[in-house]
């Protein structure tokens, strides 16, 4: 009975050893750089054994609360537990088990994992004060994460934890964001070397090597008597010099880091048998690529920007005014008319916003109330005086049209005393049969201190925006701006919505002159600029002169035969 219990006993110690050599505490993220409440907090396990680890029904003990579900960490795997899975997939793209309650402290504390049994199989105390990583290294605060420099390392021996060096191409609060969740860690102890050069009485192995700046070669004697001699004193064109002294034998190495580019020679003394080493610039990684506007349109199921908090650069051609009075808000479109918000709350960059002005843009991708934009760090003007697509005509708001060019047609004002302006803009209702419309005048539109357009029914133009509940699910909410009051076309009969006579203008965009092509002579043409100034009035012509007008964007009100059109 008693070789029974012992056998018993060795064999739960056995199954206890062997959870505490698999289940590492690899990183952790104790204070992210955010405001109020952390939704970014996050553990990393790794199982370092050679089969797979069941953590159904384990539970942390210290630092957080949680059992874990039915979940298997496969050999040489990770998970990530996190106080907010959603933000954690949002930000990271990282799938994470998001732990039951309370938030892990920023002062340092125990973190502790138990088996069902209650037995503890992993603890690490983790602090803010050196030799543990501070806040003058990038953490606590600082934007990066903390990581175990070798899997094997003590956990608990502060020196063995240095911060994350992988960069996320993010920002929180002004401060870079830095982490490995759910990956191998960015961090190793020790010099370790990047490029290894075997030495020998016969020469070096590799003899030439090309390297980038801020990377380390370690040469490792093999046989014979040698040294490494990259002296200036030698080799005058050197960019520094380097090198380990006088020849010896035996196993030794030798590491050197190289900090300046160039072409660097060297020599083993005894043999005079020389090596180089050619170093080069680190290509640039642009820290906000080029995405193109239909990559980065895409949301979730709950409305919620699929690229939320990405770093990039758009490109696209400005369709709206600026609908902010400080700052920034407009949109581009492509040639698709797939069209991105451009915000920035106070900076206006010194750029005057214009129809038809192609802009390059740098920023991070934000979300307001469901509307996706591009908060503004760098703009500038590629060209001016382009074509705008050609508007989308709709009969709903949908969340594909969202800041695309768009059209709603024979549609009455529901009423008109909501036609009054207050504080930086108001909505009216427009109806077509059942079908109700929300338009939304700013305060920077010409629109806003005009009286309500004149007619019964109209052609309405802008741009689609988004006001929707201040948090996910971003659902409704859509709301068409126009730009100018002109964008208010009346209908003033059948004929204005039937086209019955077919009117075309060419070449458009115009450099000199444009061409009405009709079967019939238009009674007249009005010129109107972009604001809705009359700029040029012609009776009996079919062709306008522009080449001494200056460019831009022009509306051209035509009167033919029993009907009015207007082309831009």
């Known amino acids: 009975m008693m070789s029974k219990i012992n056998t018993t006993l060795w064999m739960l110690f056995a199954c206890i050893a062997v959870s505490s050599a698999q289940l590492k505490i690899t990183e952790i993220s104790y204070n992210p750089p955010e405001s109020g409440t952390d939704s970014l907090e996050y553990i990393e396990l790794y199982n370092a054994g050679s089969t797979a680890l069941d953590l159904e029904n384990y539970s942390f003990s210290k630092g957080v609360v949680m059992t874990f579900p039915a979940v298997t960490i496969q050999a040489g795997g990770y998970l990530v537990v996190a106080v907010n899975a959603e933000a954690m997939d949002r930000n990271f793209n990282v799938t994470a088990i998001q732990w039951t309650k309370d938030a892990l402290s920023n002062s340092g504390e125990t973190i502790s994992i138990v088996d069902p049994n209650g037995n503890e199989v992993i603890s690490v105390t983790y602090q803010k004060t050196a030799p543990w990583p501070t806040f003058a290294d990038g953490t606590d605060g600082g934007g990066r994460s903390i990581e175990l420099c070798n899997i094997d390392a003590d956990p608990n021996d502060g020196s063995n934890w240095k911060v994350s060096e992988n960069d996320y191409g993010f920002q929180i609060n002004g401060r870079q964001v830095y982490g490995t969740p759910g990956a191998e860690n960015s961090v190793h102890c020790g010099v370790t070397a990047d490029y290894i050069i075997e030495v020998s009485e016969s020469g070096f192995s590799p003899k030439d090597l090309t390297i980038q700046v801020g990377e380390s070669v370690r040469w490792v004697n093999i046989s014979g008597s040698n040294n490494i001699n990259g002296d200036q004193t030698v080799f005058g064109n050197n960019p ?81 005014i600026n609908y902010r009075p400080t700052g920034l808000q407009f949109v581009i479109n492509d040639a698709q008319n797939k069209g991105f918000a451009i915000f920035n709350n106070s900076n206006n960059f010194g750029y005057d916003v214009t129809p038809g002005d192609e802009v390059e843009v740098k920023g ?188 831009g964007m022009y509306l051209i009100k035509i009167e033919i035969g029993n009907q009015t059109l207007i082309k831009k």
């Open 240 to 320: 520094e010099s380097f090198g380990n002294g006088s020849p010896a034998s035996g196993d030794w190495t030798y590491d050197y880091k190289f900090e300046i580019a160039g072409y660097y020679e060297y020599q083993s003394d005894p043999s005079g048998i020389k090596g180089s080493i050619t170093v080069e610039k680190k290509p640039v990684i642009d820290a906000y690529p080029y995405r193109t506007i239909a990559e980065v349109k895409g949301v979730k199921a709950d409305g919620v920007a699929d690229s939320l908090g990405i770093k990039c650069t758009l490109v696209g051609i400005v369709h709206s």
């Open 364 to 551: 991070k991708i934000d979300q307001f109330r469901g509307l996706s934009q591009l908060v503004v760090d760098s703009l500038k003007v590629r060209s001016s005086g382009n074509a705008l697509v050609d508007v989308k005509k709709v009969d709903e708001f949908v969340e594909d049209d969202e800041s695309s060019f768009i059209q709603i047609s024979d549609v009455a004002f529901a009423d008109p005393t909501q036609w009054e302006a207050a504080s930086s803009g108001f909505n009216v209702e427009m109806v077509k049969g059942s079908q109700t419309y929300a338009v939304r005048i700013v305060n920077t539109s010409d629109a806003f201190n005009a009286p309500i357009p004149a007619g019964e029914r109209f052609n309405v133009i802008g741009i689609l925006s988004q006001f929707a509940g201040s948090s996910a699910p971003f659902e409704g909410g859509y709301q068409l701006q126009p730009r100018y009051l002109v964008d208010f076309e009346a209908l003033s009969s059948v004929a204005d919505l039937d086209n019955s006579i077919q009117v075309t203008i060419a070449p458009n965009p115009v450099t000199n002159q444009i061409t009405v092509i009709s079967e019939q002579m238009p009674q007249k043409i009005e010129i109107m600029d972009a604001q809705g100034n009359q700029v040029k009035t012609l009776s009996n012509k079919d062709t306008i002169d522009f080449s001494m007008m200056p460019s």
